[in-house]
Every structure is written in C-alpha cells, then in structure tokens.
C-alpha cells in the first residue's frame, strides 16, 4: 500500500512538473577547452558555459578594497531603480554619476535601491567600452584565454583576412544583489565572465523573437519569473528557454542574435567582451558602441518595410489587405529558402 501510495505520487508529481513547470533546456560546461573545440561551439550557435579558463588575476584579486586600492578617484554614471527588474522600454530607473568606490560600497549593500554599471567611454556614451581605456589600473587583471584566438595586433590592419578574432569591447558590469537586465539580444557574440557572486542568465534562441513581444532589441516582458505571464503574454509560453547559473570564474557564451536576461542572485562583478565575426566585418554599423545595433542591411530593410507598408495603407482595406498578405507570402517564400 504505501510502495502503491509513493509510486503514484511520483507520477501525479512527474506529471505537474510536466504541466506547471516549462522545460527549461540545459547548458553545457566546458573545461580545458582547445581552440579547435572553442570553435566548433562557437559554430553550433548554442551557449555554453566555460569553467575555470584563464582570465587572469582579475579571478583572485577582485574585490572592493583592491579596487580601492587601485583605482584613484573615477566618476562613474550608473542605472539606479527602486525596483530589481530594470525595464529599459518604460526607463524605471534613472542614471546618477557617483565616485566608483562610493558607487561599489552602495552597490553592494541593502538599502532599497538597485545599482547597475555598464562601463562607457570617460567622456561619452558615444565611445565603447574598453577596460584598457576606462579601467587601465585593473584592465592587466583581466587575461582571455589563449583557445578564443584573439588577434595580438592591438589595430589589425586586416581584420576580414586575419584568421583571429578581434575583439569590439571589453565592458565591466556591476550589479545590486536581485538585479535582472531586461532581456535583449546583440549582434555581435560575446562572453560573460563572472568574477565575484552568482549570476542567473536566462536566454532563447532567435527563432523565439515572435513570442518575445519585442520592441526592437528588447523584450516588453520584465519580469520572466512572475506567475501570470500566459495571461499578458500568451505566446511565451511557446518561447524555448534556457537558464544556468553562473559561480565566480564561469563564463557563458552568448551567441549573437540569442535573447538573454541576466539576474545577479548575489552582489555581482562580471566582464563581458564582444568580437566581430569576420564573416560581417562590413556590415556592422560604424556608430554601434554596445554591439546591439542592427546590421546596416537590416536597418535598410526594416526602412524600405515602413515605406512598402506607408504605400499599401492608403489603399483600400480590401487591396491592402492583398498585398500585404501577397508581401507576407514573398517573405515566407524567401524564409522557407533558408531551411
Ligand atoms: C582540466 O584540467 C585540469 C588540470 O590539468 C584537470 O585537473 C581537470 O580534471 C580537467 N578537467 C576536465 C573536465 O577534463
Ligand atoms: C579615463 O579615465 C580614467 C580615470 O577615471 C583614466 O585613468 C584614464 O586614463 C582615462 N582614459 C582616457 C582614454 O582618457
Ligand atoms: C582598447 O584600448 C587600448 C588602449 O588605448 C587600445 O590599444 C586597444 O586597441 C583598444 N581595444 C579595442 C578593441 O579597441
Ligand atoms: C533578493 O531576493 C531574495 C529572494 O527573493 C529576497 O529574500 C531578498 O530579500 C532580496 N534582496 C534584495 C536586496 O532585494
Ligand atoms: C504555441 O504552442 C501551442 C501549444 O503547444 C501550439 O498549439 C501553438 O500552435 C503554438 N503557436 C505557435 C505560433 O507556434
Ligand atoms: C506563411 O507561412 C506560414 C507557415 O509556414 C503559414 O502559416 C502562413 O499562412 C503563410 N502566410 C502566407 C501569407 O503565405
Ligand atoms: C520602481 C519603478 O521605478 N517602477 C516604474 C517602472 O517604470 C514604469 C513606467 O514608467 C512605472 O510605472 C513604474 O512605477
Ligand atoms: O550580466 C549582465 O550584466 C548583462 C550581460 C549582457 O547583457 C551581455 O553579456 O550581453
């Protein structure tokens, strides 16, 4: 009776996680990686999580009385919110210049409000993000590993000919314990380094987009953990999630164009650098300073769409709707192409 009894709730159990819980796809961890292994990740367009790969000092010697030590008195602007879930579309936070160990000693205590530091340029938001320029004191902390293949020449000359990657930015990024970052995709691959706390990041693959209830880049959805999702967002629930959680010295792939939301479960430190793909070297748009910025092509695209559809509405509903319908099936035929 009571084997009966534990068999069968077993089941009823299985079967409501099948019901209530979404699948949620696993990650996979790496360590040792080669460069040839690195690649043929890089090549199958999924994250992964790298574990303990040589990123340098920065591992060890991070924390605030190094940085306090080190880096002489730095203004920093900075994302601050009464709320942990920062919503980029509706701006719920606002951004304050403070001193950086000022800002690292609000950041990292409980005083009901949420810090978050995306380095920029010292003098503009117009600049991107590189360590060397904006952190030199800390920026020979941080190392990448030989198997990424970065290319050694500081201004390659040859970047769409060299074999080597080449790196866009290199971006520190501090957050408040509970922080999440509304969920957003990149053109350009990166990997997120985590140095000090724990990091949950969340992410779905590009063909989501339709569920995501987008706005540009970015996710109307905030808050991917709220219970009610279904009822203002029904079609998430067809979107393909993956998650991890990443401990100080992880760091995941992100590949381009996948969605990603990232939550820090602790005061978190972490770096993240972009490279270029070789492959798009002329498409990117020279004023894109966070990697996010759509490829040249599709912002000619989405330009010429806007006019193509200016055009179709001052018709009548019933041609409109011909034609646009007619435009969807160009589309869809040119999709299918694809495979
Ligand atoms: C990675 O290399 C280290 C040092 O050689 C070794 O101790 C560890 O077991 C390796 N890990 C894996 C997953 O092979
Ligand atoms: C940026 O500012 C930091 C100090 O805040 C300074 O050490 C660094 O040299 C500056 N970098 C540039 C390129 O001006
Ligand atoms: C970052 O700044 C350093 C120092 O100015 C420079 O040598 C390097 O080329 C820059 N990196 C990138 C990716 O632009
Ligand atoms: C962070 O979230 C945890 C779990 O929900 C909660 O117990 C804790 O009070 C939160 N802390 C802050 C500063 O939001
Ligand atoms: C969403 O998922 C539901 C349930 O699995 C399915 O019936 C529906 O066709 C899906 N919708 C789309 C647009 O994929
Ligand atoms: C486009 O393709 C989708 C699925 O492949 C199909 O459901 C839809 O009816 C097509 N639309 C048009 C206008 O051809
Ligand atoms: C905590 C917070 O500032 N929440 C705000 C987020 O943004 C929306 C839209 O502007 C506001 O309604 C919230 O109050
Ligand atoms: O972890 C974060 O703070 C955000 C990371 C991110 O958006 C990225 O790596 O592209």
């Known amino acids: 009776m009571e084997s009966f009894f534990s068999i069968s709730c077993v089941h009823v159990f299985s079967v409501l ?3 209530f819980m979404k699948m949620t796809n696993h990650i996979e961890t790496f360590e040792n990686l080669t460069s040839d292994k690195f690649d043929s990740l890089v090549e199958q367009d999924l994250p992964f999580i790298i574990r303990q790969a040589a990123f340098g000092s920065c591992l060890r010697n991070w924390n605030k009385d190094y940085f306090g030590q080190k880096i002489a008195s730095k203004q920093v602007s900075v994302h601050v919110s009464t709320s942990p879930l920062l919503d980029f579309i509706n701006k719920n936070f606002s951004y304050c210049v403070y001193d950086f160990i000022e800002f690292l000693k609000l950041c990292s205590e409980e005083n009901g409000l949420y810090y978050y530091l995306r380095s920029i340029g010292n003098h503009s938001s117009k600049e991107i993000a590189n360590l060397s320029e904006q952190f030199p004191e800390i920026a020979n902390d941080v190392e990448y590993p030989e198997f990424i293949n970065f290319c050694a020449e500081e201004n390659c000359p040859n970047e769409n000919e060299c074999p080597n990657r080449h790196l866009f930015s290199s971006v520190l990024r501090i957050s408040s314990r509970n922080l999440s970052i509304w969920t957003h995709y990149d053109v350009m691959e990166n990997i997120l380094l985590q140095i000090i706390g724990r990091k949950k990041v969340i992410l779905f693959p590009p063909t ?10 970015k996710s109307e959805i905030i808050d991917l953990e709220a219970h009610d999702l279904d009822k203002k967002y029904p079609m998430f629930n067809n979107a393909t999630r993956y998650e991890c959680i990443l401990e100080p010295g992880d760091s995941l792939f992100i590949p381009s164009m996948w969605f990603h939301n990232t939550k ?7 770096v993240n650098f972009f490279w270029k793909n070789p492959q798009l070297i002329h498409h990117y748009d ?20 806007d006019k193509a559809l200016q055009h179709l509405n001052k018709l009548p509903d019933k041609y409109r709707k011909f034609y646009i319908s007619m435009c969807i099936a160009k589309l869809n035929k040119s999709l299918k192409s694809i495979s």
């Open 208 to 217: 989501d987009a339709p569920f995501l209830y987008l706005k540009g880049d």
């Open 17 to 19: 996680i099948v019901l």
């Open 264 to 270: 820090a479960l602790e005061y978190s430190i972490g």
């Open 286 to 305: 020279r004023n894109d300073f966070y990697g996010n910025k759509d490829l040249k092509l599709a912002t000619h695209a989405y330009v010429n769409l």
